[in-house]
């Protein structure tokens, strides 16, 4: 599409009850980012009010029918995905903004390709546009979703705002406190609230049953800057008789942004236990799991009952995926007719919102059982022929774009299409850590069931652990890098480079559900390259150089966390790149870096980044720590920055045991962020 154009869903695709928008962009260095922003706007043109602006802290909005499902990543970048319910959008919103804005200073100009996708419910693409022209501003409206006789159209806008974030939701009705610090003292948030944010102060949840009270809402701590502004009602003026005092006016109260969310503390109550041999009673358990099938049939009844409990945890999981927002029931070991042997799927999805219902089909595999495309392929036929929308994969293996984990055939003679699509049980973990440590849910009994679902999938025997294979050649590759016989074009070191890609997404998927931050593996591959393209190009470098490479960008933290694999030497290497700072002179600047790494293991590489020219100076912190003069170049060149690297033996195995290679790669990653990158700050400007 061009600027300006709109078209009709409804002439586009008969799925559009339901659709996902996605917002993309990439950058050279890989380390541009930006955050999505929806407007529900009423006939005004306005919000009605604070819960009609969905943002990163308030990601549902719309009674559910606008949700932000967060970051994927993509050949050359990443993509913020945002879902859509427009059965369920209210009666009351005439049009649906959909915008992005950057922060500290940053402009669009320094991303690349700037553009908005939208698919149906079957994730079949329907709309493409390229936003052009922003170099110089903030925030960009992309496009809108709007209603016109009774139906659902998109425009393209591509309207940027050189005020930002601000300027963008001040128009639409949204006040946005850019500097709280200029509130006077005991003027903030909880003061203007008075006595009753006393009295709603969060505390940890007493009652953790079923029994447990619906939490009172309040402004969460990160969302107290953003508030919507609505006009007052009148109100006829009052007549002050000769002896009445003058009205003392109450302070304005900030309307709360969202209910109060309950989050489960990271640190354990003290047992009651006797002693440690003593084991608590858990609602899931996996103690008398003793084959594969019953590992199955328990993790999808665990999975599936918890979603239907839980609507934050259903929805997260399967709006992506085109689900309404509305009533979730689920079930398992549904028996389907096809053909003379009926089937048996693991589970089945069923949504309903006003009438209409949703349905998915849901097979499991635990361990490393792999998924069987005839099995799969069935379950396509039995749900095209019945009129159900999806069919749902869940299992260990992590799918990566352009390389499908099964191949079906899809006939596109039949008018109603099915959609396929895959989640690993990382990203199930993943998500639940994100609702009950970070974000929260609706009441204590959803966080107590969200850390039971939790337990399970976690426990050495559920089989339910995510990626933990590089594959039958892992081993081969190793030796052939040992002895110099592995050619380019091998198709086994393609292999290795698709489940070192796994191993790293799923790296990024456990470190964001610890620390509540985006995690993401970074592209730094051109535009518009094909992914299968790029793999073999890596397949290549491996064979070449004997290493894998990967870098993961993490939310706050100044650069990227780079890590290599080097096959030859059987040495993992996790590193750093942090800005100098601009202020000082370059031996203060070396002393602060040296005193932020008090806490860092004394065998942490630093070597000075300067500007055009090879290797600085460089040393181990041990070395340093009395001596951080020998960071200095000797001619006194311009210190650009410093690199900060760990190095650890690498597991010789394929798989996830103690001596394995997955498992010293999650243990380097662990190690580096907790005693390095947590303890370095952003440069002082």
């Known amino acids: 599409m061009v600027k300006g154009a709109n078209v009709g869903l409804a002439t586009l695709s008969e799925d ?17 980012d930006a955050d999505v922003s929806v407007l529900l706007l009423d006939g005004d043109g306005k919000v009605r009010s604070d819960v009609d602006f969905c943002f990163y802290n308030n990601p549902v909005a719309g009674n559910g029918s606008v949700q932000l499902l967060g970051k994927t990543p993509t050949a050359d970048g990443s993509e913020d995905r945002i879902s859509f319910d427009l059965d369920a959008v209210p009666q009351e919103i005439e049009k649906v903004v959909v915008a992005a804005s950057r922060y500290a ?24 546009f390229a936003v052009e022209g922003a170099d110089e501003v903030s925030a960009v409206i992309f496009g809108e979703l709007y209603r016109r006789s009774g139906e659902w159209k998109f425009r393209a806008v591509g309207q940027g705002y050189a005020s930002g974030l601000a300027g963008l939701a ?17 003027a903030g948030p909880e003061a203007e609230a008075g006595p009753e944010a006393e009295a709603s102060a969060p505390e940890p949840p007493a009652v953790t049953g079923p029994d447990a009270p619906e939490p009172s809402a309040v402004v969460p701590a990160q969302s107290r800057g953003i ?3 609505t006009p007052a009602a009148p109100q006829a003026p009052a007549v002050p008789g000769p002896a009445d005092p003058a009205p003392v006016p109450k302070p304005a109260r900030r309307p709360r942004t969202a209910k109060k969310k309950v989050t489960l503390p990271r640190t354990a109550k003290k ?10 009673a858990r609602l899931f358990p996996v103690s008398a799991l003793k084959s594969d099938r019953e590992r199955e049939t328990r993790a999808t009844s665990v999975v599936l009952s918890v979603m239907a409990q839980v609507p934050e945890f259903g929805r997260r999981l399967t709006a992506g995926f085109g689900a309404p927002a509305g009533r979730m029931e689920t079930y398992t070991e549904v028996t389907l007719p096809h053909g003379e042997s009926p089937r048996r799927p693991d589970g089945v999805v069923r949504v309903e919102r006003a009438g209409k219902l949703w349905t998915a089909l849901v097979e499991t595999k635990t361990n490393g059982n792999a998924l069987k495309p005839d099995q799969v392929q069935a379950y396509m036929d039995i749900a095209a022929r019945r009129g159900y929308e999806a069919v749902i994969t869940l299992s260990n293996d992590v799918a990566l774009e352009g390389s499908p984990l099964v191949d079906v055939r899809i006939d596109r003679r039949r008018k109603h299409k099915v959609a396929l699509w895959h989640l690993s049980w ?8 994100m609702l009950i440590r970070h974000e929260g849910v609706g009441n204590a009994a959803h966080a107590w069931l969200l850390q039971e679902l939790l337990l399970y999938l976690q426990h050495e025997n559920s089989g339910c652990h995510g990626f933990q294979n590089m594959g039958a050649a892992w081993v081969p590759v190793r030796r052939g890098i040992d002895d110099e016989t592995l050619c380019q074009g091998d198709a086994r070191a393609l292999e290795v480079i698709e489940n070192w890609e796994r191993l790293v997404r799923q790296v990024c998927l456990r470190l964001g559900g610890e620390l509540g931050q985006k995690v993401l593996p970074v592209q730094r591959a051109r535009r518009g390259s094909d992914p299968g393209a790029r793999r073999a190009e890596l397949a290549d470098h491996l064979c070449e150089q004997g290493r894998l490479n990967a870098e993961i960008r993490i939310e706050g933290t100044p650069g990227v966390l780079a890590i290599t694999a080097d096959l030859r030497t059987a040495k993992l290497r996790t ?53 951080p003069a020998d960071l200095l170049p000797k ?42 990158v947590a303890h370095v700050e952003a440069p002082a400007v």
């Open 16 to 32: 559009v009850g339901s659709v996902v928008v996605s917002l993309g962009w990439s950058s050279a260095t890989g380390e541009g």
């Open 105 to 128: 200073g940053s402009r669009f100009g320094e991303l690349d390709d700037l553009r908005l996708t939208l698919a149906d419910s079957a994730g079949d693409g329907l709309v493409r």
């Open 170 to 186: 001040t128009d639409y009705g949204v006040d946005i406190d850019d500097d709280a610090a200029e509130e006077p003292s005991g």
């Open 227 to 229: 508030r919507a502004t």
């Open 271 to 280: 047992s009651l236990a006797d002693n440690e041999s003593w084991r608590s």
């Open 426 to 433: 990382a990203e199930v973990v993943h998500q639940a850590q």
């Open 575 to 627: 590193s750093i790149e942090v800005p100098a700072e601009e202020t000082g002179y370059p031996l203060t600047r070396a002393k602060r870096l040296v005193r932020r790494l008090a806490e860092a293991p004394a065998d942490l590489h630093i070597e000075t980044l300067v500007d055009g020219q090879g290797p600085g100076p460089r040393g181990t912190l041990e070395r340093l720590r009395p001596e």
């Open 635 to 676: 001619d006194g060149a311009q210190i650009t920055g410093f690199r900060l690297s760990l190095f650890k033996g690498m597991g010789n195995g394929r798989g996830s045991a103690e001596s394995g290679f997955i498992r010293s790669v999650d243990e380097a990653v662990d190690r580096f962020h907790a005693q390095v």
